[in-house]
């Protein structure tokens, strides 16, 4: 079982930046693909970025690419969001989520975070 806490969201004004943290407890954070999600109002949950168990390597969706980056620590069991030049659109509910190696899939999810763009 892996116990997933997200803090750090709030209300930011356009352009601006916030960095999300996702605190890990449970089982070996290091074998676990960590992945960010959001769900807007309205609309479907859906993929903003992930960072690999192995090597780190990162994925992210094209409407955050170049915006945010992802990153974990596997010293302290935490996995961040660093989310630049901020826009209206970014406004969701950021949700935490963790992957074992072994998995197609993602298996804990932490209760979200609130973010809020203002224009």
């Known amino acids: 079982q892996v116990q997933l806490v997200e803090s750090g969201g709030g209300l930011v004004q356009a352009g601006g930046s916030l960095r999300l943290a996702c605190a890990a407890s449970?089982?070996?954070?290091?074998?676990?693909?960590m992945g960010w999600f959001r769900q807007a109002p309205g609309r479907e949950r859906e993929f903003v970025a992930a960072?690999?168990?192995?090597?780190?390597?990162?994925y992210y969706a094209d409407s955050v690419r170049e915006r945010f980056a992802i990153s974990r620590d596997n010293a302290k069991n935490t996995v961040y969001l660093q989310m630049n030049s901020l826009k209206p659109e970014d406004t969701a509910v950021y949700y935490c989520?963790?992957?074992?190696?072994?998995?197609?899939?993602?298996?804990?999810w932490g209760q979200g975070t609130q973010v809020t763009v203002s224009s």
């Open positions: 989520a963790a992957r074992h190696r072994g998995s197609h899939e993602y298996e804990y």
């Open positions: 449970g089982r070996t954070f290091s074998a676990y693909t």
């Open positions: 960072i690999s168990w192995s090597i780190g390597s990162t």
